[in-house]
Structures are given as C-alpha cells and as structure tokens.
T-cell receptor, first 114, second 112 residues
C-alpha cells in the first residue's frame, strides 16, 4: 500500500530564518507531488506541483521554493521566512499520468513564524 | 478568479438530521468532482467523488449530486453524526493532468 509522510509536524521559526519541509511517498512510482498551504479563510492553496524529477510548477509567487531530488521526495524550502509564511503545509500525491484527480495527503506541518 | 466556490463558510446541523453542503464551479471543462473531509491538524481525506457522466453517487450515509447545467454539486450526509464535524472541501479536475482545484471549505458542526 502507498504511504506519504511529511516532517516536521510542527515548526516554530524566527523571521528571516530558513525553512525545509520534507515529504516522501512510498509504495508507488512516478507520482505527481504537491505542496499546499491552508491559511485561515483561504482554503487549500496550491503552492507547487511536480510531475517528475526536477520538474516543478509554481502556482503562487512567493519566497518559497520546491525541489524534487528523487522520484518520491518533495522538499519545500525558503531562504528567509516571512511572518506571512505561517500556516499549515500539506504535501500530497496523485497517480502520475492520470486525470482521476484523487489526491492523498500527508499529515501536515504546522509552521509558525515569529 | 475562483473556479470552485463554497459560499457557506460554516454550517450547523443537529445530530440525526441531514447536512447539505454546496459547491459551485465555473469551468465547464471540469469533469470529475471530489469531496474531502479535514479534521484540525490533519491532512484532508478523500470522502466521495462523482464523474460528470453521472448525476448521483452514493456511499453509505454520503451522497453527492451533480447538476451540470447549473454547474453545481452538493454533498448530503444522512443522518448526520457528531463525528462528521469537520471542514469539507469540494474539488474539481479537468481532463488534463492538472492539479485539483479546491474550494475554500465549509466547516460543518453536528450538534448532539
């Protein structure tokens, strides 16, 4: 069976510090991978998605970046965090090359920037 | 421009009664629709879906209705239970391999 894990679960960081959130998927090959952010009143905002290694699409301009160094690994980063980066970050995967659209989400990472 | 809209941010329903959550969309290319349920501090989990070739899909207490001409879908929960209290997200996809588009969610509170 397929599993998805992301870490850390919670993170408190000062403004201007770097960020690295990691996500890995097991039990499937060549998945589509996604980073979402849930902020109050804004629902689930798609930040990045990837259909393959090294292929990243950005949906929202921001000071965040994403990388996919391996097929089943997706990393969300920032060089300098802003207060507005606080939120609940969700990694997700879907079967590659399909349009069924079903996403499977990780447990989420709560980021607080002080 | 919001392509998927959930116009009710919250809904309160008594235990045992029906919960109806609504969702509207603007993109006529959407052909597959999903509902996700999310508890606080957890990732959303898939609940039920419907293809545009159908107008109804049922799974236990959960039924999703699709009205393509009105670009409207709804999720019915009967009977509602306290454990159904969560945020429900409507999502839609088009035939291309593009990411799901989510609504902003509706917070359902089922009162015992």
């Amino acid at each position: 069976s397929q599993t998805i894990h992301q870490w850390p679960a919670t993170l408190v960081q000062p403004v201007g510090s770097p960020l690295s959130l990691e996500c890995t998927v097991e039990g499937t090959s060549n998945p589509n991978l996604y980073w979402y952010r849930q902020a109050a009143g804004r629902g689930l905002q798609l930040l990045f998605y990837s259909v393959g290694i090294g292929q990243i699409s950005s949906e929202v301009p921001q000071n965040l970046s994403a990388s996919r160094p391996q097929d089943r690994q997706f990393i969300l980063s920032s060089k300098k965090l802003l207060l507005s980066d606080s939120g609940f970050y969700l990694c997700a995967w879907s079967r590659g090359g399909t349009n069924t659209g079903e996403l499977f989400f990780g447990e989420g990472s709560r980021l607080t920037v002080l | 421009d919001q392509q998927v809209k959930q116009n009710s941010p919250s809904l309160s329903v008594q235990e045992g009664r029906i919960s109806i959550l609504n969702c509207d969309y603007t993109n006529s290319m959407f052909d597959y629709f999903l509902w996700y349920k999310k508890y606080p501090a957890e990732g959303p989990t898939f609940l039920i879906s419907i293809s545009s070739i159908k107008d109804k899909n049922e799974d236990g207490r959960f039924t999703v209705f699709l009205n393509k001409s009105a670009k409207h879908l709804s999720l019915h929960i009967v009977p509602s239970q306290p454990g159904d209290s969560a945020v429900y997200f409507c999502a839609a996809s088009d035939p291309g391999n593009t990411p799901l588009v989510f609504g902003k969610g509706t917070r359902l509170s089922v009162i015992a």
